[in-house]
């Protein structure tokens, strides 16, 4: 596992747009698991830079994002799909039929979690996985539990997550209960994962995500397992 910090959050989301340009260049026609949340808003909108300045191409990038609110809409502003369109797909040229974000309005979300997982196969798995982490050390939304979640699936998200995402929405009470997310399993099977984390606050769950047992009280520690990961944290 790399583990690197930067002085702020600029140099990490320069260095962590660079190591997904490394891929896209390397690979032209590569998977990217794709994530959302405030950390990682700052790479995408470096990779949005260097497209303009015709130094990536996306026309044959496929794209898989991890997660996604149950009940809500494409076009719903705090709908994943919303936030990708506007973070990243609408500004670059991915083929908008080569992006792929769970539907959180699906009538049989069963079915959705296991087309979505057959998707990944089809694709031959995921080339770089981008990951935030919640404050509990969730990725996705896979949440401290028992177990790790192997694939796609829906999730109860839990207090603490409903809170920490209630900023984004008018009110508490408008965060959906429910989200379908990529499981461990689809992630660990990535063969690169970078994860960005900023702020203070995420301090204390990184050092338990290194350093700390794996367990999937905290599902960010599996990542110790992986043979290729790089976390990169800035404090401010
Ligand atoms: C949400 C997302 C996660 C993300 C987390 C942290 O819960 N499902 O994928 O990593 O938020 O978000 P932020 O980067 O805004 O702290």
Partial sequence: MKYIVTENYEQLS?????????QVIMKPNCVLGLATGSSPVGTYRELVKKYEAGRLDFSAVRSVNLDEYVGLKGDHPQSYRFFMQDNLFNH??????????PCGIAANLGAE?????ARVEAFGGIDLQLLGIGVDGHVGFNEPDEVFA?????VDLLESTIQANARFFASENDVPRQALSMG?????????ILLVANGEQKREVIEQAVNGPITPKL???????????TIIFSKK
Avoid: R
């Fill in 113 to 117: 979690c296991a087309a979505y997982d």
């Fill in 92 to 101: 670059v040229n991915i083929k908008p039929e080569n992006t792929f974000v």
């Fill in 14 to 22: 320069a260095l962590a747009a660079d190591i997904i340009a490394a």
């Fill in 184 to 192: 461990i399993a689809t992630i660990m099977k990535a063969k690169k």
């Fill in 150 to 154: 192997k694939g796609t699936h829906v």
């Fill in 219 to 229: 599902p960010a520690s599996v990542l110790q397992l992986h043979p290729d990961v």
